[in-house]
């Protein structure tokens, strides 16, 4: 079982739509999770952090973390062509000094 | 700089030959990583400095690799006897705490 799984998609939503990215992840001892941005042909962006169960709103994006069921989601409004990434989990797992990234899901919206 | 840079942004090189990979992090960052992104995957973990030292090197896949950082801020990867596989994008970050700032990466083509 790799340590953070991500669907690779592509996920296609249409303009204005809610897009919703799901992560897992293995190691219940797991700290902090984030999500990054990355555009094709460029380097991955940090968008969201976050570290205790709930929701966490940021404009249009909103965390969510369940760590009783290991896993993490994030939720894109009104979603914009712009919008269309690669959208990459990350878990900072106890014991370890950096980041462990899932494979990404591609995300398209359509105007 | 305002961001990390890294140099330089592609590298074409034949197999069995020498490649050094530079990253200048955000001033003031003492943590420094590198990661490698192949096609279609996450960002996979090679070597954590904090400060000059190598705090984690267990990414690094073969003695191949070697990364120094020997003033504290910028940072090579150096790659001996390149083979095919070594093909990726090398991609450096830098941090204060948990959240990592990604360089543009250097695209590296073994032939």
């Known amino acids: 079982q790799k340590e953070v799984e991500q669907n690779s998609g592509p996920l296609s939503v249409p303009e204005g739509a809610i897009a919703s990215l799901n992560c897992t992840y293995s190691d219940r001892g797991s700290q902090s999770f984030f999500w990054y941005r990355q555009y094709s042909g460029k380097s991955p962006e940090l968008i969201m952090s976050?570290?205790?169960?709930g929701d966490k709103e940021d404009g249009r994006f909103t965390a969510q973390l369940n760590k009783a069921s290991q896993y993490v989601s994030l939720l894109i409004r009104d979603s914009q062509p712009s919008d269309s990434a690669t959208y990459l989990c990350?878990?900072?797992?106890?014991?370890?000094?950096?980041?462990?990234f899932g494979k990404g899901t591609m995300l398209l919206v359509s105007p | 700089g305002a961001g990390v840079s890294q140099t330089p942004s592609n590298k074409v090189t034949e197999k069995g030959k020498y490649v050094e990979l530079r990253c200048d992090p955000i001033?003031?960052?003492?943590?420094l990583y590198w990661y490698r992104q192949s096609l279609g995957q996450g960002p996979e973990f090679l070597i954590y400095?904090?400060?000059?030292?190598?705090?984690?090197d267990s990414g690094l896949p073969n003695d191949r690799f070697f990364a120094v950082r020997p003033e504290g801020s910028v940072s090579t990867l150096k790659i001996q006897r390149t083979e095919r596989g070594d093909s990726a994008v090398y991609l450096c970050?830098?941090?204060?705490?948990?959240?990592?700032?990604f360089g543009p990466g250097t695209r590296l083509t073994v032939l």
């Open positions: 001033s003031g960052h003492t943590a």
């Open positions: 400095f904090q400060g000059t030292g190598a705090a984690d």
């Open positions: 970050a830098s941090s204060l705490g948990e959240g990592k700032f």
């Open positions: 976050i570290y205790s169960n």
């Open positions: 990350a878990v900072y797992r106890r014991g370890y000094s950096t980041l462990t």
